[in-house]
C-alpha cells in the first residue's frame, strides 16, 4: 500500500470482502430488488437537479444507477472503494458508448479528491450503510456539503433499524438460532454484523428518526426523508405479483402514498434523504481545523465537532443505543446502494 493509500480511509476489511464476492452485479436485477432499483430511480428522476447537472456518485458500487443517469443526460462521476465494483462499473460504462461516466475512480466517501464547491448533486446510495460511529457518517456527510455548490442536492441511502428483523420473519431466517442475537442487537443499537460470511456484513442500520439530524447538523436544509421500498419488500409472494404489470402498478401506487407516512418509515428496507446545501452557504475554519458552516441562525446550527447526539436523539448509556426522544425535533418535511442481503447465496 503506498503512503497516500494509507493515509487515506478505508473500509473494514470484511465490507471489501463482502462485496469482493460480486454478489452486487446483478442484485438489482433480482427479485425484491427490482423494486428497490424501480423506486430507485423514480426518487432520482424527482428530486435531482435537471440536466446536464454535474452528480457525484459516492460508492457507487458497479454502476448501476450512474450508467442510466448517463443515458439521461447527466455528466456523472463515479467513486467507489471496492476495486471490484470500480472494475465492473468500467466494463457497464464502456458497453455504452453513447453516454460513458465521465470518470471512475476508487475512493472513500470520508475524503473525496474534489475541490469545494464543484459539483450540483451527490448520491450516497451506500456509504453510510457501513460507517458505524455516528462521527464517520457526519465525515462523509460534511465532504458531500463541502464538495457540492450552493443549493446542491444531497441524496442519501440508509438501511433502516428494523430491516434485518422483518427480513427474517418474511424469509424464515429465526430458524437459525444464530440470527437472532444479531437481530436482536440491531434492534437496539443499529450495530449490525454478519456471521461467517451469512446475513450481510458489518453495518449501521439508522432509526427513521436520526437521518434528518444528522444531514442537519452536516449543514444541509429543506430536508425530507422517504421510504424507497416501503411495505412492499414485505410480500412473500412478490416475485408473482411483480410479474403482473396491474399489480405491480399497484404495488408501487401503495408505496408512493405511503412513503412520507412517519408511522411507517421504519417498515421500509431502505429510507431516503434529500438535503439541500443552502444558496448563502460559506465554508470557513473552526478552531479545531473542521469547517464550520455560517450564513446561517447560529441557534440553528453548532459546529461540526460539536459532540453529543442531535435534538431528535437521545443516547442510552447502558448499550450505546440511540433512540428518538419522546418529543422529536422535526425538519422541514418531518421525519432515507448497494443493498441489503442478509443471506448468503
Known sequence: MSGADASRPQPPPEVVAFYG?????????EGKGKLERWRTQELLARYLPPQPAVVLDVGGGTGHYSVWLAQRGYSVHLIDPVPLHVEQARAR?????????????????????WGAGQVDAVLLLGPLYHLTT????????????????????LIAVVISRFAS?????????FADPRYAPIAWQDLRNGQHRGLDGKYFTTAYLHHPAELEPELFEAGFRDMRVLAIEGPGWLLQDFQAQWADANLRETILEVVRRTEAEPS????????????????????????DGRALVVGHDPSDLETSGAPGPPPSVATDASDGAVRPRACAWRGNAGITHLGVRWRSR
Open 93 to 113: 460504462s464502456a458497453a455504452q458508448p453513447d453516454a460513458q461516466l465521465a470518470s471512475i475512480a476508487q475512493g472513500d466517501a470520508r475524503r473525496l479528491h
Open 264 to 287: 411507517l418509515l421504519g417498515a421500509s428496507s431502505h429510507l431516503m434523504a434529500i438535503g439541500r446545501k443552502p444558496s448563502d452557504a460559506r465554508p470557513s475554519s473552526g478552531g
Open 165 to 173: 428483523t422483518l427480513d427474517g420473519l418474511v424469509n424464515h431466517l
Open 21 to 29: 464476492r460480486g454478489l452486487e452485479e446483478q442484485r438489482l436485477d
Open 134 to 153: 455516528r462521527e464517520e457518517r457526519l465525515d462523509c456527510l460534511r465532504e458531500a456539503w463541502r464538495v457540492l455548490r450552493p443549493g446542491g442536492t
